[in-house]
Each structure stands twice: as C-alpha cells, then as structure tokens.
C-alpha cells in the first residue's frame, strides 16, 4: 500500500504533507481560533516519540513533507528536540504564534537554524490595532520583534495571515502587510494568506466562510483523537472535537488513515478541487 500512497503523492492527487496535532493549549485566546485554543484548553498532546514513529512512518509510505500545529506549539518544552528528530525523516513546518521566543525558548529554537525546518508565523495585519483586535493586546509588536530575532539566527520564517472575510482589507493595506514581510526577511512565496474558516470557536463567534470536504484539501492530518481529512479538520467547537472530517480514530500504523483518505480521494466526483485555496 505504501506504493498506492506513494505515487498518489507523485500524481499529485493526494498532498505531500502529513500534519500532526502537537497540542491543543495555548497562551493565546484568538477571536478565530478554529482549535478553541486558550490556556485552559484540555492539551490533546501527541507524546514525543509518537510524533517521531508517525514521522519515519510518514517518510517509508511515500509522504514528502510534515507539519505541526496546535494549539502553540512552542509550549511544549521537548518541541524543539521532537522538530529535529522529525526533520531527519522529512522537511516540516512548524505553526506558532511567535509570541514566546526570548530567553531560553528562544537559545533553544536557535538550534533549528540549518536543519529543515520553517517556522509558520501568524500576522494578520500590518496595522497593530486590526492585528490585536484578533489575536490579542500587543501581539503585532510581539510578533514582529520575533520574526526579527528568529530570521537573525538564520531560522526560514514564512508568515501565515487569517482575515475576516466580512472585513474588507484596502489595497493600501495588503501593500503594507506585504512592504513589512519584506522587510523583516520574510519573501513573497513564504507569506500566505486565507480567509477565518467557520469552524470551532470562529463558528461560535459567526465569523468565516463555511468551509466543505470540497474546499479544503486532502492533507492526511493526526491528533491525539485520531486522523482527519484536513488540519482545518480536527477542530473544537464549545470543548468537543467536530467529527465530521475525521477519516479514522485508528493512527498506528499510518498507513490505516492514509489508506482511507486515498478510497475517498478516489471515491470524490471529478472538478471537486479544493477552491478556497485554504493552506
Ligand atoms: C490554530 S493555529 C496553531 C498554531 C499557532 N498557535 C498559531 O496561531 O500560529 C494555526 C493557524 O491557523 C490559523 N487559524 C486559527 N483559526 C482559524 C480559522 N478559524 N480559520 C482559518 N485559520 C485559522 C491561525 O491564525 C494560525 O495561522
Ligand atoms: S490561533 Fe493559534 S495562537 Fe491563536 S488561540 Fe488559536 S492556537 Fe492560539
């Protein structure tokens, strides 16, 4: 089956990477959150040595790429050593809120510099005010002294931006998000940008676009609870995880979720492309 797995991925009908779910707290209480991430969110964690089997796992089924996301993961105090070990198997990016990086968090991150691995940071806006107004009181500056910090020790950071969809951003706007990227480092192929989808905490709050298995793209996805059709899948809504994109609770051995995911894949109509272009 790995050679099913394999040349799907060659085909390019099922993505590359395989994300995993590190936790799901957070330091962070975003208005969006599809993971309904906050300090006293249960942490759902994925242990240490299973996010490296699930990596070397990933890599012998045909996978190219990992990712990790929470939640921050950058709580985790083993992050950094767990990113190394599943960088030797295959490149992986890492999602974070880039707000805890000083101090010994940051001397440690600073061992990721020359290995393969992408720190995903989230900025929203170049305007501090509409940026904080999502992500919470002084984040922009935070977040910004970060990258610095984070791109002065040679870590590749790309930048990842959520808007509301009912909010119109101005021409102006993105041509300041974009002059500032620029000039912390960060380079036009490594900034993306997607709209608030209405999952977890953003559908409790009305905020988004409704979001489809036809939207959002096949990207084979492990939690603590199991395997998902999408990272925008395994997402919490009012404290219980939303099962309607779960493909199997079985994870070990990977090749169980991804094995179902590949029947789907080739069980969907013709045209049902992913159109939001949610990465
Ligand atoms: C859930 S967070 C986890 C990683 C980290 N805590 C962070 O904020 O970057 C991963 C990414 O998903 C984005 N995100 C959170 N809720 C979302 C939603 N409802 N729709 C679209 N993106 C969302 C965040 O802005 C972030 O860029
Ligand atoms: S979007 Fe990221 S930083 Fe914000 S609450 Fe959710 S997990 Fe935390």
């Not at 089956?1 to 099922?14: F, K, N, P, Q």
């Not at 790309?158 to 041509?175: M, Y």
């Given at each position: ?14 993505p590359g990477r395989v994300w995993l779910y590190s936790n799901y707290h957070c330091n962070l209480v975003c208005t969006y959150c599809l993971t309904d991430s906050s300090p006293t969110s249960l942490r759902r964690a994925l242990a240490p ?202 994870t070990d051995p990977l090749a169980t979720p991804a094995t179902a995911l590949l029947r789907l894949i080739d069980g969907r109509p013709p045209g049902e492309d992913a159109r939001l272009g949610i990465r």
């Open positions: 089956m790995s050679t099913a797995i394999a040349e799907a991925v060659r085909s390019g009908r099922l040595d299973r996010m490296v089997d699930l990596a070397v796992q990933a890599r012998d089924l045909g996978f190219t790429d990992l990712g990790v996301t929470g939640g921050e993961p950058f709580l985790r105090p083993d992050m950094v050593d767990v990113l190394l070990a599943m960088a030797e198997q295959l490149p992986t990016v890492v999602l974070s809120n880039a707000t805890l990086f000083h101090g010994d968090r940051l001397t440690r991150v600073a061992a990721l510099a020359g290995h393969p691995v992408v720190i995903q940071v989230s900025l929203d806006y170049a305007d501090a005010d509409d940026n904080d107004a999502q992500r919470g009181d002084d984040n922009h500056a935070t977040v910004v002294a970060a990258i610095t910090r984070l791109v002065e020790r040679g870590i590749r950071v790309r930048i990842g931006t959520t808007l509301d969809p009912d909010v119109e951003v101005s021409d102006d706007q993105q041509a300041r998000l974009c002059a500032l990227h620029r000039s912390l480092g960060v380079a036009d192929e490594d900034h993306v940008v997607r709209p608030i989808v209405r999952r977890g905490r953003a559908d409790v709050a009305d905020l988004g676009v409704k979001a489809t298995v036809a939207d959002l793209p096949p990207e084979l996805t492990v939690t603590a609870d199991g395997a998902w059709w999408s990272p925008f899948g395994p997402t919490i809504r009012d404290g219980v995880p939303e099962t309607d994109l779960l493909i199997t609770r079985t």
